[in-house]
C-alpha cells in the first residue's frame, strides 16, 4: 500500500507540473526561484558611461579574489580614465588599496599605484554598463594598450543617487553595485558569479566578484541601501566583507605622487 500511495502521489506531482492554469504556476515560480541568473537580471540598459567615470569610487564591501585578498580590502578606492576622448572607446582603469592595515603598503594597478597596466573595454558601445577588463601593454599618445587574453566581464547592474538628497554629489551616480558578470551559480537561495566549483573558484580572474561602491568613503546609508537591491537582484550578499575606510590617507605609490 505505501508504494501505491507513493506511486499515486508522484503521478499526482506530474500531472500538476504538466496542468495549464493555477496548478502549474506555483511550479514555474518556485522554478524561477531557482534559475540563476534570475529572471530579468541583466546590467543597467540607461547607463551614462560618462558620469560614471567622472568622480572616484570607494569600495565599501566586496567579496575577496586571488588578486583581491581580505588582507587587501583597506583603504580601496577605483578610479576611471578616458584612453581617447570618448569614453567608449575604453578606459584606464586605476586601483587603490592598502595591505594590511589602513595606510599600510599600497598595492594596486595603473597609475595610482605603480601596478599593472589593466584596461577596460566596451564590447558593445549600446551597452556601456558591461565593460570587459583585463590586464594591458603598452600605450600612450599614438596607439591604444593591448589587451592580454579576453579579459573578465564588470557589469554595473545597479546605480543611482544618493537616498538623501542634501548629501548627492551632483553626479547621476552616488552608489554602484558591480558584479563580475552573469551570476550563473547557485548559492544561499539566491545567484552569484564565479564557478560552482569552490576550489577552481578560488584561483579564478576573470567573470566573479561583487562589489558595493560610493562616491563617499565612508556612507552607511547608501550601503544599507544597495544591500536591499542586492535582493531585489537575487544576489546573494553573503560573500561580501567590509572594506575599511576610515583614517584612510590614499597615499599613492613611489613615483606616483599623492592620489587623496
Known amino acids: ?74 583603504c580601496v578606492f577605483a578610479e576611471y580614465q578616458p584612453l581617447r576622448e570618448d569614453p567608449l572607446d575604453g578606459l584606464l582603469v586605476n586601483n587603490y588599496a592598502n595591505e594590511g592595515a589602513v595606510n599600510g603598503p599600497v598595492v594596486g594597478t595603473s597609475e595610482v599605484a605603480d601596478g599593472p597596466l589593466t584596461t577596460a573595454t566596451i564590447p558593445n558601445k549600446r551597452r556601456p554598463s558591461k565593460l570587459r577588463v583585463a590586464i594591458s601593454l603598452g600605450g600612450g599618445e599614438s596607439f591604444r594598450p593591448i589587451q592580454l587574453g579576453r579579459g573578465g ?72 541601501l544597495m544591500m536591499g537591491k542586492l535582493a531585489e537582484l537575487g544576489l546573494d550578499p553573503s560573500g561580501l566583507l567590509d572594506v575599511q575606510q576610515q583614517g584612510c590617507t590614499y597615499a599613492c605609490g613611489p613615483g606616483s605622487g599623492q592620489c587623496n
Request: charged share 20%.
Open 153 to 224: 566581464d564588470y557589469w554595473v547592474v545597479a546605480a543611482g543617487q544618493s537616498v538623501d538628497p542634501a548629501d548627492r554629489s551632483g553626479n547621476l551616480y552616488d552608489w554602484a553595485i558591480v558584479t563580475g558578470g552573469r551570476p550563473n551559480r547557485r548559492s544561499n537561495g539566491a545567484c552569484a558569479t564565479g564557478s560552482p566549483f569552490g576550489l577552481v573558484r578560488r584561483f579564478q580572474t576573470n567573470n566573479v566578484g561583487l562589489w558595493l561602491f560610493t562616491r563617499k568613503p565612508i556612507d552607511p546609508v547608501n550601503t544599507q
Open 1 to 74: 500500500m505505501a508504494r501505491l500511495a507513493a506511486s499515486i502521489a508522484l503521478l499526482a506531482a506530474v500531472a500538476l507540473a504538466a496542468a495549464p492554469g493555477a496548478a502549474a504556476r506555483p511550479l514555474e515560480a518556485w522554478l524561477d526561484r531557482q534559475r540563476c541568473p534570475p529572471p530579468g537580471f541583466d546590467a543597467l540598459q540607461d547607463f551614462n558611461v560618462t558620469q560614471y567615470i567622472a568622480q572616484r569610487w570607494f569600495v565599501q564591501k566586496q567579496e575577496p579574489l586571488v588578486y583581491q585578498p581580505a588582507d587587501r580590502l583597506f
